[in-house]
């Protein structure tokens, strides 16, 4: 079953603890994005990655870090987590390479103290 | 930045009532996305546009690709209580670079349907 994977679904931390967000898919899509969403403002994104290797910044990459050191992954890392980063995210993936996340994970709420 | 503007924000519809929606941009776009997002879920693709003027129908629903590459609609016909959930409009914004990949939402329409 074609899939984008997100762990953990659910997480509550506190300030300043590193955490990292993980997202795979295994549809063999080149394409791969992050986003958040939050009242109000829709989903923004974060960081996208046209292939491996290849990363750039989206709407709202302040406080992230991003690596596709291999095609089915991509993980999303916040350093040093701060509250305002409490939101909903999701990974996308799609085969075109124009940008059109076609599988969207089913979310990672996130929560910072 | 650039935004899409969408409208309405929200709509409280009667089950069987047709529904329309819109999004705008100040920037031109060469592909429309509409997303729909059921609740605790990612958002889900119902129709991609990629020609201005294109109308494209997905069952019940319709979008068109507006002749100025400024906007976008999508229609919902006779609708029904699975169609309550948020629709989102979303375009691929071209940097200088070339590249396609960042993509920007709309606010969302918020879509309630009265059984």
């Known amino acids: 079953e074609a899939q984008v994977t997100q762990n953990p679904r659910y997480l509550i931390t506190v300030t300043g603890k590193k955490l990292t967000v993980t997202c795979s898919q295994n549809m063999n899509h080149e394409y791969m994005s992050w986003y958040r969403q939050d009242p109000g403002l829709g989903l923004r994104q974060i960081y996208y990655?046209?292939?491996?290797?290849?990363?750039d910044k989206g709407d709202v990459p302040e406080g992230y870090k991003v690596s596709r050191k291999e095609k089915r992954n991509f993980p999303l890392i916040l350093e040093s987590p701060s509250p305002n980063q409490t939101s909903l995210y999701f990974c996308a993936s799609s085969t075109d390479r124009g940008g059109q996340p076609q599988h969207f994970g089913d979310g990672t709420r996130l929560s910072i103290l | 930045g650039q935004q899409l503007n969408q409208s309405p924000q929200s709509m409280f519809i009667q089950e069987g009532e047709d529904v329309s929606m819109n999004c705008t941009s100040s920037?031109?776009?060469?592909?429309w996305l509409w997303y729909k997002q059921d609740p605790g879920e990612g958002p889900v693709l119902l129709i991609a546009l990629y020609k201005a003027g294109e109308l494209t129908s997905n069952g019940r629903l319709t979008a068109q690709f507006g002749i100025t590459r400024k906007d976008s609609f999508l229609n919902i016909s006779a609708s029904i209580p699975s169609d309550v959930g948020i629709y989102f409009c979303?375009?691929?914004?071209?940097?200088?670079?070339?590249?396609?990949?960042?993509?920007?939402f709309g606010k969302g329409t918020k879509l309630s349907v009265k059984p």
């Open positions: 990655s046209m292939n491996v290797e290849v990363t």
């Open positions: 979303a375009g691929p914004l071209k940097s200088w670079l070339g590249s396609q990949g960042n993509l920007i």
């Open positions: 920037s031109i776009f060469n592909t």
